[in-house]
């Protein structure tokens, strides 16, 4: 009886517990979406669910005349997507001579970068600056591009260097004898085995740039450059609480795809991260 | 047993390759040696200006306003550096190629064919093709501003010696004894120093011990629905960062934040100044970090929980083992165990989580007497120090310590991981 007892208080003591969380986790994400369904621009009458619940949010942002957000979704995507795609080509590249391929430099070039994946490069940002003010990379994408592109080689290139060391070699050198080149070996047998880390690379290399605020805004000047991250800022910073419920709707509409994206994709984003090791 | 050469064609030819290719000449590589010659000679050709202008630049930052940029030549001087470096590599190679092949005349060994030479140039150069486009990117926008926020460090850039119209000069560790002997600079940055560790420590830890303790929660045998439980604890972490701490910085105002004027307020309690009051900004930055990072710890525990056999636990029910002996003897070591290199990155990611600090509140709220906010981390102290009040060089020198820092912690940690150690690494 006092087993029964006691495995009773246990499990309700635990889903309090649970429930309280829920609570917590749950409630800012509801508030806000009230809040993108609140009339009028300020907060102090919202509710969670609003009285006079309007779209006019929601219209405001995809009124290209009245607001950038949607330019700034369209430069985040394209920002993301042209750092993703390059990375990888890049990384690919870079990983599979350091694993395949002994040469002069080779141990130097890995320990160089294994210093530097561990000082983000986000934190020579006085560098950058003057850097792209001078070569009038200053408030391009492409200047933004270049540094996310090569601030994200070191790091990835290990995580895909240490999967592309658990390939067998056989495979590359039976192939070597069989008359495969350089370039056959790497696209026709390297490649196709790589595809799972690929994925997680080109999975790590697009959220980087997407959830960047600080070297973006450091870099990007004028509004209709800005990414997603400095835009919203840029709406809630300016007369704190004025836009804050068309800033409501403009995050809605970023997290609810990302999230449902992230839920389904979560358990190989997991899996890929155990393999992949250290990086959080 | 030492080697008997007949001949001295090694020390020759090592000796003539000081110019570039006449070495190879004299091995009767002919091609290539007109090839190295060229290629040494348009080196000079091409870059001879800006090694000129670059070295000079280096040394003396300018001499002359309005003709001298500073930081142009401050730029053109690191360029040259990277150049001559590249140049010295090519050069040692030449000397080396040139001894080498002096070595297998002087064995009586033949040289390689023209053909041949072209066939080794691909095959040995082929993994440098490769590397070549990303080492290059990465040379130019991650190396490039190391060397030179190494360089500013030591320059007296700023607001007053910005050019055009006025001179940078070297000042050697003047920013350094400066960030130590003047009041406001000292004081700022002993402010800033001590609450990057709390909140690195703080906000980390706590971030871990919730996620694990919910991990072990949820994890309970007779617990039900752990599937929706386990959505609804992930989801703070499908919520781009961002956004969720832009949400928290509304709820959190103290003007209409959800915060006071509801969940207090239904409390009877009074509005906590979350803004204003450096302890409450503190608290809220601590509170909100948990929020967002909780979910992957919890859910990297998940995955180690599940993989403990069961047997291990019935082996110690059996043993008369009581409820606590089994999480402190085999779960929790299990899991930290597991866990551990995980929760490194963590913390050195919240020590330079610029994000959460900058979009709460700017790192405010301002506090008289020093040139940072109240919340300001290392991280966003330089950018505040960059963008809004133009003290590079301070900016730089501070980069610099929180880089050597960093790299300590990181070297130490990788240096106990087994993974450094393993022949095959490198």
């Known amino acids: 009886m006092n087993m029964k007892k006691q495995k009773l208080i246990r499990l309700t003591l635990s889903y309090l517990v649970i429930f309280a969380m829920s609570v917590i986790i749950i409630y800012p994400l509801l508030w806000v979406v009230g809040a993108s369904f609140n009339p009028g621009q300020s907060l102090s009458s919202s509710t969670i669910i609003p009285k006079n ?71 020579a940002l006085i560098a950058i600056y003057v850097l792209a003010t001078l070569t009038k990379l200053i408030d391009t994408h492409l200047g933004l591009i270049l540094v996310y592109v090569g601030g994200q080689i070191p790091m990835n290139t290990w995580l895909m260097k240490g999967y592309l060391d658990t390939i067998p070699k056989e495979l590359d050198e039976s192939a070597k004898i069989d008359g495969a080149g350089h370039l056959r070996i790497f696209f026709q047998i390297i490649m196709p085995l790589a595809k799972p880390i690929i994925a997680v690379v080109a999975l790590f290399t697009f959220i980087a740039p997407f959830g960047d605020f600080i070297l973006a805004s450091v870099l ?61 | 047993m030492e ?67 500073s930081i142009f030549l401050l730029v053109q001087g690191i360029l040259s550096l990277i150049v001559i470096v590249f140049g010295l590599g090519f050069f040692a190679f030449n000397l080396y190629d040139a001894y080498k092949n002096g070595q297998k005349r002087d064995l009586g ?27 290059i990117l990465l040379v130019f926008v991650v190396i490039f501003p190391i060397i030179f926020v190494v360089l500013l460090a030591f320059t007296n850039y700023d607001l007053y010696h910005s050019p055009p119209a006025k001179l940078v000069d070297w000042v050697g560790f003047q920013n350094f004894v400066e960030l130590v002997n003047l009041d406001l600079w000292r004081k ?65 105002n103290e003007s ?127 950018y505040r120090l960059t963008m809004t009040s133009a003290q590079y060089s301070k900016a730089a020198a501070i980069t610099l310590l929180l880089s050597l820092f960093v790299m300590t912690v990181a070297l130490w940690q990788f240096r106990k991981t087994k993974s450094f150690k393993e022949e095959d690494m490198m």
Not at chain 1, 76 to 92: A, P
Request: aromatic content about 16%; overall charge positive; charged content about 10%.
């Open chain 1, 220 to 280: 990007l000047r004028s509004k209709e450059k800005y990414t997603l991250a400095v835009g919203l800022y840029d709406m809630v910073a300016k007369q704190f609480g004025s836009e804050f419920t068309t800033f409501a709707a403009g995050s809605v509409l970023i997290a609810v795809p990302i999230a449902i994206l992230f839920l389904s994709f979560q358990k190989y984003f997991v899996s890929g991260l155990t393999a992949g090791g250290t990086k959080g």
């Open chain 2, 256 to 382: 209409f934040g959800v915060i006071n004027k509801t969940i207090l307020a239904a409390f009877g309690i009074d509005s906590i100044p979350w803004m204003t009051d450096p302890f409450w900004t503190k608290v809220a930055l601590i509170l909100i970090q948990s929020w967002i990072g909780f979910p992957f710890i919890f859910t990297m525990t998940t995955g180690v929980l599940q993989a403990i056999p069961d047997e291990l636990y019935e082996a110690a029910t059996v043993d008369g083992a009581t409820a606590w002996q089994k999480f402190t003897k085999i779960t929790l070591p299990l899991v930290l165990y597991a866990v551990a290199p995980i929760l490194i990155t963590q913390y050195t990611f919240n020590f330079n989580n610029f994000n959460i600090i900058y979009l709460f509140n700017s790192g405010g709220p301002a506090v008289s007497g020093q040139n940072a906010g109240a919340t300001d981390i290392l991280i966003s102290w330089i």
């Open chain 2, 109 to 135: 060994l033949r040289l390689n064919t023209l053909r041949e030479q072209y066939r080794t140039l691909v095959d040995s150069g082929f993994p440098y093709l490769m590397i070549s486009p990303g080492f």
């Open chain 2, 3 to 69: 080697t008997i050469y007949q001949s001295n064609h090694r020390k020759i030819a090592a000796v003539l390759s000081v110019i570039p290719g006449f070495g190879q000449l004299y091995n009767r590589q002919y091609v290539k040696g007109i090839l190295f010659f060229i290629l040494a000679a348009s080196f000079f050709v091409i870059f001879g200006d800006l090694l000129d202008i670059g070295l000079w630049g280096i040394v003396t930052l300018g001499t002359q306003v309005p003709r001298d940029h």
């Open chain 1, 53 to 123: 619940a309007t779209l006019a949010h929601y219209k405001e942002i995809f009124d290209p005349e009245q607001s950038d957000y949607l330019k700034w979704y369209w430069n985040s995507l394209k920002i993301s997507t042209l750092t993703m795609i390059f990375s990888v080509i890049l990384i690919s590249l870079t990983a599979y001579s350091f694993s395949r391929y002994r040469f002069l430099g080779r141990k130097s070039g890995l320990m160089t970068f294994l210093i530097l994946q561990m000082v983000p490069n986000f934190a």
């Open chain 2, 188 to 252: 700022t940055f002993i402010n800033v120093l001590a609450w990057t560790i709390v909140w690195t420590f703080g906000a980390t830890t706590l971030q871990i011990a919730l996620g694990i303790f919910l991990a072990i929660l949820v994890n309970q045998k007779d617990l039900k629905g752990k599937a929706i439980i386990r959505t609804i604890f992930i989801l703070p972490w499908a919520v781009p960062a961002f956004v969720s701490i832009l949400i928290f910085s509304g709820m959190f």
